[in-house]
């Protein structure tokens, strides 16, 4: 079992949004919680880059100034999970999305693929 599971991903139209899951299924609860998290994103023409993080007290940044008031990311401790939450999605936001620790500590997930197009 992986150390991440995304999900969530898909096809959505500009405009449109999509909510995005990341469980951390063999992580140990403590562990987790007392990890900054964070989600990423890849293209085929681009590395993975950092999208965003959560810290332990829920406090959030963005480190993609494109992604500012259309992505939040939160984190549920009870479930070990962070999610992203993508609204007005764009063509450029078209990417496989990873989630990880912040710097990224644990083996990658198989991600979940966002597709934006009309």
């Known amino acids: 079992q992986p150390q991440f599971v995304e999900s969530g991903g898909g096809l959505a139209q500009p405009g449109g949004s999509l909510r995005l899951s990341c469980k951390a299924a063999?992580?140990?609860?403590?562990?987790?919680?007392?990890?900054?998290m964070a989600w990423y994103r890849q293209t085929p023409e681009t590395e993975r880059v950092l999208v965003a993080t959560?810290?332990?007290?829920?406090?959030?940044?963005y480190n993609e100034d494109s992604v500012k008031g259309r992505f939040t990311i939160s984190r549920d401790s009870a479930r070990k999970t962070i999610y992203l939450h993508l609204n007005n999605l764009k063509p450029e936001d078209t990417a496989v999305y990873y989630c990880n620790s912040a710097p990224p500590s644990y083996s990658w997930g198989q991600g979940t693929q966002v597709i934006v197009a009309s």
């Open positions: 959560i810290s332990r007290d829920g406090s959030t940044n």
């Open positions: 063999r992580m140990i609860t403590s562990v987790f919680n007392s990890n900054i």
